[in-house]
């Protein structure tokens, strides 16, 4: 994995809460989008959420049943710091 993909499954991986964590996650998931590793649908939670830092987009996801597979590959990434290219 080369660098500026790791640093954006960093960003993209960012706990809700923090101030502007979900712009900065927002720009991560178009840079995954546009890779054609996310779904448009998927991307469009993550424009939504992007102004509201305190949201999970990842929970959004859940409740509106899409993005099963960015899902699996965003906990695999989480649970041990990579993911499988």
């Known amino acids: 994995m080369d660098e500026e993909t790791r640093c954006n499954w ?4 960012t706990p809700p809460g923090a101030e502007w964590s979900g ?3 927002y720009a991560a998931a178009m840079y995954f989008c546009q890779r ?6 998927v991307l469009e939670i993550y424009r939504i959420c992007s102004r509201l830092d305190a949201e999970d ?3 959004v996801l859940r409740r509106w049943k899409i993005g099963a597979d960015w899902i699996a590959r965003l906990e695999a990434y989480r649970a041990d710091g990579a993911c499988e290219a």
Request: glycine letters at 6%; proline letters at 12%.
């Open 10 to 13: 960093q960003i993209i991986a």
């Open 57 to 59: 987009p990842v929970s």
């Open 36 to 41: 054609g590793e996310m779904t448009p649908e």
């Open 23 to 25: 712009r900065a996650r």
